[in-house]
């Protein structure tokens, strides 16, 4: 944008170069225009100075926007534009509040006892095996 700068520094060399009469009506009219041009001028070096600056800031951000994503969500769990696993959630209903929960399958496999989030209550889960024995209770 400095090239404006020196095309509307040109005009008033010019301007000056003519003698124009700054008392006449024309001479007036002239020189506020290059004066006005010389405003606007600036005011785009202002603004290009101010977007320059923005930019950087927002680039920073996006930097540590990427810093934190990269802490936040460790390789194995959030890559992107990367198609998540979907999760299968079994839906029970706990014997004590008779609410409903949703369980994922790692909660099932592990061997802890599961808690009821409403009422804070255990809840026993038995399963049936295909061979018509209780999984929970078979022994053998």
């Known amino acids: ?3 404006l700068s020196e095309r509307v520094a040109y005009l008033k060399g010019l301007a000056e170069g003519m003698k124009i ?13 290059v004066d ?21 800031h927002v680039e920073n951000i996006d930097e540590d926007l990427a810093q934190l994503e990269y802490e936040v969500y460790d390789d194995d769990d959030y890559e992107e534009n990367e198609d998540f696993e979907e999760v299968d959630y079994f839906e029970i209903e706990c014997p004590n509040c008779h609410e409903t929960v949703y369980l994922d399958e790692d909660m099932l496999d592990d061997e802890e006892e599961i808690i009821c989030p409403n009422c804070k209550e255990p809840i026993e889960i038995e399963f049936e095996c295909d061979c ?6 078979h022994n053998d």
Request: net charge negative; glycine share 4%; no cysteine.
């Open 1 to 3: 944008m400095d090239y």
């Open 36 to 56: 006005v041009l010389a405003d606007f001028a600036e005011a785009i070096d202002d603004l290009k100075d101010s977007q320059v600056e923005m930019s950087e």
């Open 21 to 33: 009469d700054e008392s006449s009506n024309e001479g007036k009219l002239l020189k506020n225009i």
């Open 132 to 137: 018509g024995h209780n999984e929970h209770n």
